[in-house]
C-alpha cells in the first residue's frame, strides 16, 4: 500500500509539475510540441522518474500545452505551436469580427472537453487493438517500414518525403556504424537531432550572410490585444457554460473519431475534422466559434490517442505524435528500449497495466485541467501581454539548446553532440525545403534501426 500511495504521489506531483511548466510554454509562441516536450520528458524518464510519473509528465504537459497554445493563436494571430496552425485562420476570422477573447475561451473549453473524453476512448481502442500486437511486434520492422512511408505521403512534402527517407536512413545507419566503430552506441542523441532540429537549421542560416541579412528587421512586430472581459464570477468556470450543447456534442463527436484515427497527422485531423464540421453549419459567426472549438479539442485527443494506443496496444511508437514527441515514452535508453536485434520490449507498455493507464490518463488530464484551464480564462490577457512584451524567443532557443547539449554529452561526448548537429542540420533543412517534417524524421529513425536490418537479412546483402 505504501509503494502504492508513493507512485500516485509522484505521479500526481511529475503531473503538477509537467502542467505548470508547460502551460507557461504554450504562451509563448512558436514551440513546437516536439521540440519542447520530448526533450524534458526524456530527462525526467532518465532521472529515474516511476513509469506513472513519466507518463503523467508527458500527458499533463501536452494537455496543458493545448490549451494555453490558444493565447497567442487567438489574442496575438500568431500560432502557439504547430497543432496550432490549423486554428489560426478561424482565430484570426474572429479576431477580425472583434471578438478573440470569445475564441480563446471556446477553444479552451473544448480542449478541456475533448481530453476527459480522449483517455478512456483511447485506452478502449488500444484494448480492443492488443490482441494484434504479437503480430504486429513479429512484423514490426515491416509495419514501421510501411508506417514510415504512409507518414510521409500524408505530409506535406509528399513524393518529395517519401524519397527523400532514403538518404535520411542511409546516413542514420552510416552514423550508426561510425559510433559503433568507436566503441558508443547511440540512441538518445538522434531523438534529440530530431526534436531540435527547426531550432539548430535556423541557427545555421543565422550564420549565412544572405539568410542573415533576409531574417534582419528594422522595426518591432505590433500585435493589438482586445480588451479583457469577464463575463463570469469565481475563478473556476464552466467549461458547459462557455460552449453551447451543440458545440459539446459536435467537439465530443470530433474528439471520438481523432481518437480511433491514431496513425494520422495531428494536424492534418485537426483540419479534416474541422472542415466536416463546419460544412454542416450555414451561419457564420456560429460557424466560425463551433470549429475552432471542435478543432482546439481535436489537437488534445489526437495527441492523447496517438501516445497511449501504440502504448499500450503494441509498445512500438506506430503514430507520428508516439515517433515525435511522445518518442521518450518508447526509448529513452538505457531505461526504456525496444531491441531491434531481439524484439525485446522494454517500456511503459510492459511497466503499467490497462488499469494503471486509465487512472493515471485521467490524472494527467484532471491536473492539467486545473492547473491551465482557470489560468488562461482568467490571466489569458495579462499573459498574452507579458510574453509579447518581456520573453525572448532567444531566451527559449537557448534554454532548450542547452538541455540538448548536456544530454548528447551523456550519452556520448563529443560523438553524441556531433551526431544531434548532424541529424538536426539535415532535417531541420529537409523540413524547410520539402515539408519533411519531424513525424516522418522519427519514423526513418525507426527504419534505420529496425527495417534497414531486416532488409539486409531478407536479400542476403
Known amino acids: 500500500m505504501e509503494g502504492l500511495l508513493y507512485e500516485i504521489l509522484m505521479a500526481f506531483g511529475l503531473g503538477l509539475l509537467g502542467a505548470v511548466v508547460f502551460a507557461a510554454i504554450g504562451l509563448v509562441s512558436g514551440t513546437d510540441e516536439t521540440t519542447t516536450l520530448a526533450p524534458l520528458t526524456m530527462l525526467v524518464a532518465l532521472l529515474g522518474a516511476p513509469p506513472a510519473g513519466v507518463l503523467t509528465f508527458f500527458l499533463a504537459g501536452a494537455v496543458a500545452k493545448h490549451m494555453t497554445h490558444a493565447v497567442p493563436t487567438a489574442l496575438l494571430g500568431i500560432p502557439g505551436d504547430t497543432a496550432a496552425t490549423a486554428l489560426l485562420a478561424d482565430a484570426n476570422h474572429l479576431r477580425r469580427l472583434g471578438v478573440p477573447h470569445i ?18 476512448l483511447s485506452v478502449l481502442f488500444a484494448v480492443l487493438l492488443a490482441p494484434f500486437g504479437d503480430v504486429i511486434k513479429e512484423f514490426a520492422p515491416w509495419v514501421f517500414l510501411c508506417a514510415a512511408l504512409t507518414i510521409a505521403y500524408f505530409s506535406a512534402g509528399r513524393w518529395a518525403a517519401v524519397l527523400a527517407l532514403v538518404p535520411f536512413v542511409l546516413v542514420i545507419v552510416a552514423l550508426q556504424t561510425l559510433t559503433a566503430h568507436y566503441g558508443v552506441k547511440l540512441a538518445v542523441s538522434y531523438f534529440l537531432g530530431i526534436a531540435v532540429a527547426p531550432l539548430i537549421a535556423s541557427l545555421f542560416a543565422l550564420l549565412a550572410p544572405d539568410e542573415r541579412e533576409r531574417m534582419r528587421r528594422d522595426e518591432y512586430r505590433l500585435f493589438s490585444l482586445a480588451p479583457d472581459v469577464k463575463s463570469w464570477s469565481g475563478y473556476f468556470p464552466n467549461p458547459f457554460k462557455v460552449i453551447n450543447p451543440k458545440q459539446t456534442r459536435m467537439t465530443a463527436v470530433a474528439a471520438s473519431v481523432s481518437s480511433a484515427t491514431f496513425v494520422f497527422s495531428p494536424v492534418a485531423m485537426t483540419v479534416v475534422m474541422g472542415e466536416i464540421i463546419g460544412s454542416r453549419i450555414k451561419q457564420a459567426y456560429d460557424r466560425l466559434t463551433t470549429v475552432i472549438t471542435a478543432r482546439n479539442g481535436v489537437t488534445e485527443s489526437t495527441y492523447i490517442a496517438e501516445a497511449l494506443i501504440p502504448l499500450i496496444a503494441f509498445g512500438l511508437p506506430l503514430s507520428p505524435v508516439a515517433a515525435g514527441p511522445a518518442a521518450p515514452l518508447f526509448n529513452a535508453p ?12 522494454n517500456n511503459l507498455h510492459n511497466l503499467l497495466n490497462t488499469y494503471e493507464f486509465l487512472g493515471y490518463g485521467l490524472l494527467s488530464v484532471i491536473v492539467a485541467i486545473l492547473v491551465a484551464y482557470p489560468f488562461t480564462m482568467n490571466f489569458a490577457h495579462k499573459a498574452a501581454s507579458f510574453v509579447a512584451r518581456k520573453v525572448s524567443h532567444e531566451s527559449v532557443i537557448a534554454t532548450f539548446i542547452g538541455l540538448v547539449l548536456v544530454i548528447g554529452i551523456w550519452e556520448g561526448g563529443l560523438l553524441g553532440v556531433m551526431v544531434i548537429l548532424t541529424i538536426g542540420l539535415l532535417g531541420g533543412f529537409l523540413a524547410r525545403l520539402i515539408g519533411f517534417n519531424m513525424g516522418v524524421q522519427f519514423m526513418g529513425y525507426y527504419t534505420a534501426v529496425l527495417s534497414v536490418p531486416a532488409i539486409i537479412a531478407l536479400t542476403g546483402a
Request: glycine share 6%; aromatic share 6%; no cysteine.
Open 103 to 120: 475564441a480563446l475561451r471556446k477553444m479552451i473549453s473544448g480542449a478541456a472537453v475533448a481530453a476527459v473524453i480522449a483517455v478512456p
Open 334 to 345: 538505457p531505461r526504456f528500449f525496444v531491441d531491434n536485434a531481439t524484439g525485446e520490449i
